[in-house]
């Protein structure tokens, strides 16, 4: 068999793998999804076999990190079938981590069962802990539930990352609050600028933005933040909050380009590979899987194919008033 690592054409070696299992989620956060989104009919999913066989091929090139997101992956039907499959790659060797992005509605229900499987580490995303303003920006979620989510986490040995959407006029007089919380409870933070993508109903784009440069600026003046070299293998850039010992990181796709170290690529529930996230470029691997049952030889090719194709970088931008590079998916489909 071809083991040759997946190499782009700007010499970087492609080891992370975000895999969307459904386009379906729980809540409707008003950056994320319209109110009444239109999901995908179930046969154009991959189903969790397909997704095993997916990913096995992708680890066979080389991919050694797996992060499983949606939509919401925990409300996909029989999901830990698919990470109780994936943990043989862990015991292997072949995988070094599989970690899962969610909102938390579920955790309470899958923190012992995903930490059986192998998961160490989660992301969960949460941008307030008012409970009004979480109920207005999930638009379906209910914050005592995430909450509940997050300590059964932490109690089945998860570590946990608070994952948090700047919006401006939103979540900016909870800086110091939200910092504190997840210092109280060992938790690092990671801000993120909100981004160009899908129809929201209606919903400004410009009015959302809130820059991470000033809200980084607003963090120095009360602590001391060090910059840090650490990368994991994502676009965030770290700082260390000195007074708690924290861990914080930035991840600005509109005012830093973190490009030239990506390594990563993102597979939609559908089996589209999407080679950046910023741009529209994809290809079809549902196609070569369905179409070859007995044999990983046309879906391999189809995958470097694919990665030979793979961009220097995105062209978001807002510095002009306008979303300039957006894209028109729904962050839901393409895997947050």
């Known amino acids: 068999m071809e083991t040759a690592p997946l190499i782009d054409p700007f010499a970087r070696a492609i080891s992370y793998l975000r895999v969307s299992v459904t386009d379906r989620c729980d809540f409707r956060c008003v950056y994320c999804m319209a109110e009444n989104m239109t999901f995908l009919p179930k046969k ?24 499983i997101t949606g939509g919401e992956p925990l409300v996909r039907r029989d999901i830990m079938t698919f990470f109780r499959a994936m943990s043989r790659h862990l015991e ?19 923190a012992n069962d995903l930490y059986a499987a192998g998961v160490r580490r989660i992301n969960v995303s949460l941008d307030t802990l008012d409970e009004a303003k979480f109920a207005r ?18 109690a089945a040995g998860l570590r946990v990352k608070i994952n948090t959407v700047a919006l401006k006029d939103f979540n900016e007089d909870e800086l110091f609050t939200l910092t504190e919380w997840c210092a ?7 801000f993120i600028e909100v981004m160009p ?17 000033e809200l980084k600026s607003e963090l120095a003046q009360r602590y001391t933040l060090s910059e840090l070299a650490h990368r994991t293998g ?18 600005t796709p509109l005012t830093h380009n973190f490009c030239e170290s990506c390594n990563r690529v ?68 393409t895997g947050g």
């Not at 995988?95 to 909102?103: F, K, Q």
């Not at 994502?234 to 990181?249: C, D, F, V």
């Not at 049952?293 to 306008?322: C, E, M, V, W």
């Open 44 to 67: 154009e999913l991959l189903t969790l076999e397909e997704l095993d066989r997916m990913c096995s091929t992708f680890i066979d090139l080389g991919v050694k990190k797996l992060r």
């Open 92 to 110: 292997s060797g072949a995988l070094s981590e599989l970690t899962v992005t969610t909102n938390g509605s579920q955790l309470a229900r899958f």
């Open 137 to 154: 920006v999930t638009r379906w979620g209910r914050l005592p539930q995430v909450l509940r989510g997050i300590d059964a986490a932490q």
């Open 184 to 190: 109280s409870r060992e938790m690092d933070l990671t």
């Open 197 to 213: 993508m899908g129809d929201l109903g209606g919903e400004d784009r410009i009015g959302q933005y809130w820059s991470l440069k």
């Open 234 to 251: 994502g676009p965030a850039r770290y700082s260390r909050i000195e007074e708690t010992g924290q861990q914080i990181g930035f991840i």
């Open 266 to 333: 993102r597979l939609t529930c559908t089996g589209e590979l999407f080679m950046c996230l910023g741009q529209e470029d994809n290809a079809d691997l549902r196609g070569p899987l369905r179409a070859h049952p007995d044999t990983n030889a046309p879906l391999q090719d189809a995958i470097r194919a694919a990665i030979a194709r793979k961009p220097k970088g995105h062209d978001f931008d807002y510095s002009r008033q306008q979303a300039d590079g957006q894209v028109s998916r729904h962050m839901s489909h």
